[in-house]
């Protein structure tokens, strides 16, 4: 395959979309009351999903991009705790990192001079590819647990 089209591939990947719901779609028009409600018993809430999702995604690149990354501890610094109140700005703060974290995810598999099948140069028992296809992969599972979860509460519209 020329590099250029499985940069091309990768990168639609990452932002979602074909045969995997992206993070737009999948938080279009939900009712804000249903961000922290608990749709199926046992589960978490929507905002825990995705503020999952920000945080393991920004662990990702960070790992990939600073040799001095330090992973949170597993799994308490991967889940975040349910506030009793979510402000509206915690919300969108969550969105817009998850947001900025995927466009520099973008940015790094377009970049030419990134040998993704090379080993990171301070992990080189990983590649580039593997952390976006981790990234691509674990976004495109728990995004899908957004939308099962919003049909749950019965506030998704296909």
């Known amino acids: 395959m020329e590099e250029s089209r499985l940069r ?3 990168a639609s990947l990452l932002n979602g979309g074909q045969a995997h719901v992206d993070l737009d779609k ?12 608990i749709a199926i018993e046992g589960e978490r809430s929507i905002w825990e ?11 990702i690149l960070q790992y990939v991009l600073n040799p001095d990354w330090r992973s949170p501890a597993w799994p308490s610094g991967y889940w975040p705790k349910l ?8 919300w969108v703060a969550t969105v817009k990192g998850l947001k900025a974290d995927l466009e520099e995810f973008v940015e790094l598999v377009r970049n030419p001079k990134v040998d993704l ?7 080189p028992e990983h590649t580039f590819l593997r952390e976006v296809l981790l990234a691509a992969d674990h976004n495109a ?8 979860m919003r049909k749950a509460l019965s506030d998704w519209q296909a």
């Open 83 to 90: 506030p009793a109140n979510l402000h509206e700005k915690e």
């Open 8 to 10: 091309d591939e990768l």
């Open 141 to 148: 599972y728990h995004l899908g647990q957004v939308v099962a």
């Open 117 to 123: 099948t090379a080993g990171i140069p301070h992990s």
């Open 49 to 59: 999903v995705l503020e999952h999702i920000r945080i393991a995604q920004h662990d």
């Open 26 to 37: 999948a938080i279009a028009g939900l009712q804000p009351e249903n961000r922290t409600k």
